[in-house]
């Protein structure tokens, strides 16, 4: 998590624009924090959302929402210019809508950050040994298939 965030850090604050969003499963940290874009939004994506707490704002003005998992982003068509997706590939059901609904809601020029698991990583080996649960239990997407996948959506990589 540590090493994500560092990564985050160099280029989140540089981003410009209104609407920022971060999706991923219920109990993950915040990853935006570094980012200046004015207005962000947690999508937590749980098997329950009903059963949550309250959608809220944070101190920072973060809006916190909990939404079903595998459902589409709750946004209009070209009104986020920055959609961060930790660890959401690994773990969906299907990977291709969800790159197909970001694009969807990205602005032109916005940017679609991916977190995940390399799978020729020590952690993608480290899965061979422990797949009993997350993230273990994921599927790890390659680099590679992931830019293909983008490039196919157009987005420049």
Same mark, same amino acid.
């Given at each position: 998590?540590?090493?994500?965030?560092a990564?985050?850090?160099? +280029?989140?604050p540089g981003?410009? %624009?209104?609407?920022?969003?971060?999706?991923? +499963?219920? %109990?993950?940290s915040?990853? *935006?924090k570094p &980012? @200046?874009?004015?207005?962000? +939004? =947690?999508?937590?994506? &749980?098997e329950?959302?009903e059963?949550?707490?309250? $959608?809220?704002?944070?101190?920072? %003005?973060f809006?916190?929402?909990?939404?079903?998992? $595998?459902? =589409?982003?709750?946004f209009?068509?070209?009104?986020?210019? &920055? &959609?961060?997706?930790?660890?959401?590939?690994? =773990?969906?059901?299907?990977?291709h809508?969800?790159? @197909?609904d970001?694009?969807?809601? *990205?602005v032109? %020029?916005?940017h679609?950050v991916?977190?995940g =698991? $390399?799978?020729?990583?020590s952690?993608?080996? @480290?899965k061979? +040994?422990?797949?009993?649960r997350?993230?273990? $239990?994921?599927h790890?997407?390659s680099?590679?298939?992931i @830019?293909?996948?983008?490039?196919?959506?157009d987005?420049?990589v």
């Amino acid at each position: 998590m540590a090493a994500e965030k560092a990564a985050l850090q160099k +280029f989140l604050p540089g981003l410009k %624009g209104d609407i920022a969003v971060q999706y991923a +499963f219920s %109990g993950t940290s915040d990853m *935006l924090k570094p &980012c @200046r874009i004015e207005h962000k +939004f =947690f999508l937590q994506a &749980c098997e329950h959302p009903e059963k949550q707490p309250e $959608n809220d704002t944070q101190d920072d %003005g973060f809006q916190s929402l909990y939404i079903k998992e $595998n459902t =589409f982003l709750p946004f209009v068509s070209s009104s986020v210019d &920055c &959609c961060l997706l930790s660890h959401m590939l690994e =773990f969906s059901d299907e990977p291709h809508q969800l790159l @197909r609904d970001s694009k969807e809601i *990205l602005v032109s %020029g916005g940017h679609l950050v991916i977190m995940g =698991f $390399n799978p020729y990583s020590s952690w993608g080996l @480290r899965k061979l +040994f422990s797949r009993s649960r997350a993230p273990w $239990n994921g599927h790890n997407i390659s680099v590679y298939k992931i @830019r293909d996948w983008l490039s196919l959506l157009d987005f420049q990589v």
